[in-house]
Structures are given as C-alpha cells and as structure tokens.
C-alpha cells in the first residue's frame, strides 16, 4: 500500500477528456446566442 496525493490516474483522465467537450459545448452555446442577437438586431 502506498499514499495517494491528489486524485487518480482514472479520475483525472476522466476530467481531461471532458474538459474540452465542456468547452466546446459553451462556446457553441455562446456563438449561437451572439448570432441570433445580431440576427434579431439586423432584422
């Protein structure tokens, strides 16, 4: 048995790997919303 610092190997790479997709998610969401501002502000 040895000590564990901080979360492990699993975990983290876990958060890695969904990081990004949040990310990208948010920024989609932004984007859309900016574009139908503009849109609505066009029009």
Do not use: C, D, E, K
């Given at each position: 048995?040895?000590?564990?610092?901080?979360?492990?190997?699993?975990?983290?790479?876990?958060?890695?790997?969904?990081?990004?997709?949040?990310?990208?998610?948010?920024?989609l969401?932004?984007?859309?919303?900016?574009?139908?501002?503009?849109?609505?502000?066009?029009?």
């Open positions: 048995m040895y000590q564990q610092t901080g979360p492990s190997t699993s975990t983290f790479i876990a958060i890695m790997t969904r990081l990004p997709v949040r990310g990208t998610l948010l920024a969401a932004g984007i859309t919303l900016i574009g139908t501002l503009i849109g609505m502000a066009v029009a």
